[in-house]
């Protein structure tokens, strides 16, 4: 079955770096379209970057645009999402997403906190 597993969340603080990791499996990774989204406590889940099958094309949310770099391994089956000079207003739990014949699958979410 699909299953989607974030990792590399954690404690920074403003103006550091995390990178995340999304590892996949249970579909053909390479051929799928892949997002991370982010939820802050009391607030909606935001889209925050998508990257096409083949990595050549990106999208990214004006709020992270020049900091974050989302990129993927399609021989790894593993998304990443590399994000610099993080601000307290990145606290979130970020998620990996993919949607499969219509049917949006999720991960469990990692939590990261950016305070002084």
Do not use: H
């Not at 799928?32 to 990595?55: C, D, H, N, S």
């Not at 994000?83 to 014949?101: F, G, H, Q």
């Not at 219509?102 to 469990?108: A, C, D």
């Amino acid at each position: 079955q699909v299953q989607l597993v974030e990792s590399g969340g954690g404690l920074v603080q403003p103006g550091g770096s995390l990178r995340l990791s999304c590892a996949a499996s249970g579909f053909a990774f390479s051929t799928y379209t892949m997002t991370w989204y982010r939820q802050a406590p009391g607030k909606e889940r935001e889209w925050v970057a998508t990257i096409l099958p083949f990595g050549r094309i990106t999208d990214y949310a004006e709020s992270v645009k020049g900091r974050f770099t989302i990129s993927r391994g399609n021989a790894q089956n593993t998304m990443y999402l590399q994000m610099n000079s993080l601000k307290p207003e990145d606290t979130a739990v970020y998620y990996c997403n993919t949607k499969i014949r219509l049917v949006n699958y999720w991960g469990q979410g990692t939590q990261v906190t950016v305070s002084s």
